[in-house]
């Protein structure tokens, strides 16, 4: 059985308590982007968790994206302002409201590789 680290809380209450949540695309959170993002949340005193789900659109592709999530909606706006990510609802967003369904995407895929400051590793652009 797998085992969950006690000091990371279950996706559950991180819904529950996090529920501010803003997604940019996994590829954008990694790398030199990662130490922007957490320095800009060291920056504002941001107290947040992420979480990771999987986005489908229309056509059958996928991607992995990363939820960034906080308890008030005035700190995941200031975040969402300045990283330009996507706006997430956990209970309306996720397949059927469940804890770790897929984001079925109603708009057209369109690969992203710059947003706000943040920018794709040439590694990773493919």
């Known amino acids: ?30 790398a030199r982007n990662y130490t922007l993002i957490r320095e800009f949340c060291d920056k504002h005193g941001l107290d947040h ?3 990771k789900v999987q986005a489908i659109w229309p056509d059958g592709r996928y991607e992995e994206w990363r ?3 906080f308890r008030d909606p005035a ?3 200031a975040f969402r302002n300045h990283f330009v990510g ?11 409201g ?3 369904g897929a984001w079925h995407r109603k708009d057209e895929y369109r690969r ?8 794709v590793p040439k590694a990773l652009r493919s």
């Not at 006690?6 to 959170?29: F, K, M, N, S, Y």
């Not at 996507?86 to 059927?96: A, L, N």
């Not at 992203?112 to 920018?119: A, R, S």
Request: charged residues 30%; contains cysteine.
């Open 1 to 30: 059985m797998v085992r969950r680290s006690r000091g990371r809380p279950a996706p559950t209450v991180i819904d529950r308590e996090w529920p501010h949540q803003v997604a940019l695309p996994d590829d954008l959170c990694t």
């Open 49 to 51: 968790w992420t979480r």
């Open 67 to 69: 939820l960034h999530c």
């Open 75 to 77: 700190t995941a706006d």
């Open 86 to 96: 996507i706006v997430f609802d956990p209970v309306k967003d996720r397949q059927g």
């Open 98 to 100: 469940r804890t770790l």
């Open 112 to 119: 992203i590789v710059d947003q706000g400051p943040l920018t």
